[in-house]
């Protein structure tokens, strides 16, 4: 992987507009090259930093109809329930764009966390299978487009937590916890030999209680330490940091 790209914003409005143009930018490359622009999205503020994507002139001028949406990582709860990452990213970005319902895939409902899991992975090698999704050469995983990552202010992405031992897991595609330290307990995630398996990674940070955990990933001390799950993120492709003048506060 080549070095990581850290672009630093004045406010989160500026981050999400920046965002808007590069996933724009990724859109269009993508599907000029294979017909299609794979993204997962995560959890948290990022549904809000997407906006910009449903408004003038970047709604306009994207091929929707071209975009399948996965999931980072998900609770295991009803999908209209309020803990749910896709109903989060269904009311704040995917209701005002026109994805086809059919290019979404959220997790089976009413299934166990170890269940739901092991039903996603499947899909997921049965859209490898059909070509539907690319695989990365090097790791035999699905290779994602683009992965739009967020990060907790102690610094774990997906549902992958310091404390966890499901972030060393190296064969599976999506694991699952039921211990996670915020509630809901229940939740299952992409695993890091998927996540990294992906063309690209934006790693949205934006507000003051991310500060530490960014200090850490990024600051002069960042491989002194036990590293931070979001220290293990190294795409395939690129990453690209985005983050606003709060969450560098302390670099």
């Known amino acids: 992987m080549a070095p990581p790209t850290i672009q630093k914003f004045e406010s989160e409005e500026q981050v999400a507009v920046a965002l808007a143009i590069y996933i724009l930018h990724l859109s269009a490359k993508f599907i000029a090259a294979n017909g299609s622009f794979s993204v997962v999205l995560s959890g948290g503020t990022l549904i809000d930093t997407l906006r910009k994507l449903t ?8 091929e929707w109809s071209k975009w399948l949406i996965f999931f980072l990582d998900e609770r295991v709860v009803p999908l209209d329930h309020p803990d749910s990452n896709y109903k989060l990213a269904y009311d704040g970005f995917l209701s005002k764009v026109p994805i086809p319902k059919s290019n979404i895939y959220p997790i089976k409902e009413k299934l166990s966390p170890e269940e739901a899991a092991a039903e996603y992975e499947q899909r997921l090698k049965h859209l490898v299978a059909n070509n539907t999704l690319k695989t990365s050469p090097t790791t035999g995983f699905a290779k994602f487009d683009l ?3 967020g990060m907790g202010p102690e610094g774990h992405v997906a549902s992958l937590f310091c404390w966890h031992f499901q972030r060393f897991e190296k064969k599976k595609w999506v694991t699952y916890i039921t211990d996670s330290p915020k509630p809901p307990p229940n939740r299952i995630t992409f695993t890091f030999p998927l996540i990294n398996s992906a063309s690209e990674i934006a790693m949205v940070v934006t507000g003051e209680d991310a500060a530490d955990a960014v200090k850490v990933a990024l ?20 990453l690209t940091w985005f983050l606003d003048k709060e969450a560098t506060s302390e670099l």
């Open 55 to 62: 408004e003038p002139p970047y709604v306009n001028s994207i």
């Open 147 to 149: 992965m739009l990552v």
């Open 219 to 238: 600051g002069k001390h960042a491989n002194d330490y036990y590293p931070l799950p979001v220290q293990k993120v190294s795409p395939e492709g690129s």
